[in-house]
């Protein structure tokens, strides 16, 4: 087999193993034991891809650069599906590897792994669109906090 169609399979499969990713962190089975009325509810809310995902696509056996196309494609579809709030992530002048770098610098902190790959972006919009670090400080420590009233993380 030759290297081109060699490194052809090796993109396929390790894209196919970063779909999984997401689809696992998306479709959870349920634990079988038994919890309360209150946290039953908490504990059926999906748990979003954040920082611990996010850092897992490095954890992966693979080279780099199908790491970084699992991750531009996670990006793509937190994108794509913020268009539906009428409010869309992604200004004019980003591109997907600048958010990758972005987030990937963002998630070293660990205060900053439950947040999710949702606001993280908008964090990423704010900075890449001039914002001043008190403004985004701001927004980060109020939607970690509401995150937390919520019960969504911990």
Do not use: C
Not at 70 to 86: C, F, M, N, V, W
Not at 101 to 110: A, I
């Amino acid at each position: 087999m030759d290297t081109k169609r060699k490194g052809l399979l090796a993109v396929i499969a390790v894209s196919i193993a970063g779909a999984l990713l997401v689809i696992v962190s998306v479709v959870r089975l349920p634990e079988q034991k038994t919890v309360p009325a209150a946290e039953s509810a908490a504990a059926a809310e999906p748990k979003f891809n954040d920082g611990a995902d996010w850092s897992a696509i490095d954890m992966l056996k693979a080279p780099d650069g199908p790491k970084q196309l699992i991750k531009g494609d996670i990006l793509k579809l937190t994108i794509e599906s913020s268009a539906l709030s009428g409010n869309p992530l992604q200004n004019e002048h980003a591109v997907i590897p600048d958010y990758i770098n972005y987030l990937d610098n963002f998630y070293r902190d660990p205060d900053n792994k439950p947040m999710p790959v949702f606001f993280a972006l908008k964090i990423a919009d704010m900075a890449g669109t001039g914002s001043d670090n008190a403004s985004i400080a701001a927004y980060r420590l109020t939607v970690m906090q509401k995150l937390k009233n919520t019960g969504l993380i911990k």
